[in-house]
Every structure is written in C-alpha cells, then in structure tokens.
C-alpha cells in the first residue's frame, strides 16, 4: 500500500528520523565503541524507526497497514541473504579448524613480502571476485586467509581489510554473474555486457588508481616481518596439520563457482567439504574444542559449524587471529540488517525517502547535475535503508524519467547507480554490506574507511567522467544548459 500522494511530509519533516538516528549511532559508538553492534545500533535503528512512525501515523494520518506491507516485502526479500550470512559463519569456522586458512597463511606469509602485499592481495581478490560475481564470498574465503596473512607480514589491519574490500567490489561490480551488475542492468533496462562495459570508462581509472596507491604504500612497509613470519610460521606447524591436501576445499570450491552456482550452495557444500577435511586432518582439534561431552570430535565439528572455538597456539595473537565465531558468530549481525531493513521500510512507506528525493530531483540543472544527484542518492539510500539492493532499484526509479526526459542513455543511469550505490554500502557501518564484512574480518567499518580506496573513489570518478562529457551521449538537450551530444 502506498502512502497517500497528497501527504507525503515536508523534506525537512523527512530528515527528522535520520537526524535521530545518525544522533544516536554516534553517541553509541562513544559509548560502546567496537562493541556498537552488539545491542547498541540496534536499539538506535529502532528509534529511530518509532520517531518515522510516530510523525507518520499522528500527523500524515498513514495507515499502519502500509508500514507493515512495506516491512513484510521487504524481510522478505533478503531472506537469502540471512541464510547466506549464516552459511559465512559456518565456512569461516570449518575452513580455520580443518587447516584451509591456517595452511594458506602458512606458505602466504613465506611467498609474499610486505612491499608487494597489498597491491596482491588486491589483485587477487578482483580476480576471484570476477570469476565468482560475489564479493561477499570472495571475502569470506580468500579474503580471511589474506587477512591472516597481512597480520603475519606486519601490515595493519586495516590496510589489508581496505585492500581485500577494493579488489572484492572492482571484481563485483565487473562480474556478469554479479547480483548488483544484473541488478542495475536490469532496472534500467540496459544489456548486462554494454553496462560492464560502459563502467569500464570510470571503473578502470578508479582501480588503476587504487592500485597505485597500495604499490606505493607498499613500499613504505617496514622489513620486521621475518620476526613475525617465523613466529606464525611455528606456531601454526605446531597447532595444525599443515597439509597442501586442505587446500582441495578451496580447489573444489572455485570449481562450484565456475560452474555457476547460487552463491548459498556454494557456501554452505565448501562448510561441508572443509568439515570433513577436519575429520581426517584435524581430528585433535576437533577433540580439543569438543571436550567434556559424548563423542568430542563429532561433537567438535558441529560447534565449529554453529558456534565459537578457542585454539591455543601459544601465542596471543596467534590464538585470536584462528579464533571463529561459527554461525553464531553472525547473529549480531542478523539481527542488525533486520532492524536496519524495518527502518529503510518505514522511511519508504512513510513517504519520506520520496519526499527527499524529489527536493534533490528538483535541483538538477545540467549533466553535472544529474549525474551527481544519481550518485548522492545513491549514497543517500545506502544510509537511509541499510541496504544496496534498495539503494540501486529506488535511484533507478526515481531517475529513469529524468534521463529519459533530458535525453540521456540509461547505460549512464545504470553506471551512475553502481558507481555510488554498490561500492559505497560496505561504508556504512549499519548498511547489509558494512556489517557483513566488518563482522567477517573482523575490523570495524570506520577503521577499514579510509583505505577502501576503489570504493571511495568510484562515485567521484563518475562525477569527474561527467563533468567532462567523455563518452556520455545527449539524444536531446531541451532545459539543460551545458551539454552538448558527444559522440561515443
């Protein structure tokens, strides 16, 4: 049920609920810091929810029909990406304990040096990025066991975090087999091979650039990680069985990539094939975190699937870099999306997302301007509903008349919304994609900003090709000033 027309509130009633909520985060990140998702945000999410409902239904007189409407639907659809985040949960469990990671960080940390690093790990995250069109599961795969590595080399976490993320979402974006990509294409109706391409004129300078800034920031690393390697190294030889057989799971599991399978099954058959890899090599461990009950390794290997496991290493570090949180490690997480989910509902039931939109709408004057606006909207939904998927279909439609009105391919719409509200969700702390993958690396959103350079530079490299006019072509140009049709 949608809002009445004839009410939608004022645009400065409409940022009410946001002002609450952006309040609240921050007084809970003052206050619980590093432990803000685990009731904190949640609590500000619901506030901030209560204050849109409240001036909705006492002022704008909306039915509470429409409100739950809109939050049904909306649960609804990322009922997949719950189970897939429980599906991370059990794979980073069952891929640490049966020797996968511990193995890869293993001959990592022997092969590579803290100068080349970060402009790898990059690459090689693009790389399986693009071949399996997810960026969430390329993180929680290759993208733990880099992490893993980067800590061993003496690099910071959030260096590392910032590079997986930029080479994860540059392969993302530019997968055929990538949700968002199909996503964009799709609500505007552009063909999937000519939007990747089209991205190619803003996606390609923005990752050479990234890559450059890692190389050089490479350079600057310091040379003390032969003390750390040497010390991971024994450590993990002495806890695990370091065997190049654990590295079949990841094998097998770019095999069910390749053949194009939902990224769930994926998962959740790698968690199965890692566990009984665990079985046969890591039989001790699973002992180890099974004890005091019946059958401690089969009673082992289901707590590292559903919940924490502590290996002592007899190293601190050591010790927190191989501890897991299993499936029950992803709950805080869960339960976030499902409060941020319930507030971006309210706020697109309410009326109030249109009502802002539509005053950003009104300010479009040439391409500059419409290009810009696509791409803060684009932004602006991520905050505003906790979610990319919303964030790429609402710009869409709010935009698709626009461009269609001033003249303008909808290949650009389709780029301007990838460019902003892909890339940008994994830097909202309270978005699906900020939370996901601060919960599966472990650093927190605002730690891991700065360095998320593709990620930044993205949405400012679509304004730059715009400002410019580079291949952005003008059927007609009635009420635009500026904007010649430029050849493609």
Known sequence: MAPDRRRLPHPLVATIPLMVLIMLLALVIMLFGSDSLSGGSQIALLMGLLTCL?????????????????MTKTLGGIAVTLLILLAVGMLA???????VVPTLIYYGVQILSPQFFLIGACVICALVSLLSGSSWTTIATIGVALLGIGDALGVAEAWTAGAIISGAYFGD????????TILASSTTRVDIFAHIRYMMLTTTPAFLITLIIFFVAGLTMSGHADVEVEHYTKGLASTFN???????????????????LPSLIVLFLSALMAGVVALILQPHLLAQIGEGGPMPIIR???????????????SESLNELVATGGMAGMLNTIWLIICAMCFGAVMVASGMIESITRVVISWIKNRLGLVSSTVGSGLFLN??????????????????????RLGYEPRLLSRSCEDSATVTSVLVPWNTCGMTQSTVLGVSTLTYLPYCFFNLLSPLMTILVAAI????KQHKAEGVEGNAPIND
């Open 54 to 70: 409240f001036i909705s239904m006492v002022f704008y007189r909306t039915p509470w029909k429409a409100f739950e409407q809109q």
């Open 93 to 99: 469990g069952s891929w640490m304990v049966s020797g």
């Open 173 to 180: 974006k530019m997968s055929p087999l990538s949700d968002t």
């Open 242 to 260: 370091i065997s190049l057989w654990t590295l079949l799971v990841p094998v097998l599991t770019a095999v069910l990539i390749a053949r194009r």
């Open 300 to 314: 082992g290997l289901a707590i590292t699937f559903y919940g924490p496991t502590a290996i002592e290493t007899g």
């Open 383 to 404: 905050i505003a509903t906790g979610d990319q998927f919303i964030s790429i279909v609402l710009t869409a439609d709010m935009f698709r008349h626009v461009y269609e």
């Open 469 to 472: 006019g580079w291949r952005i």
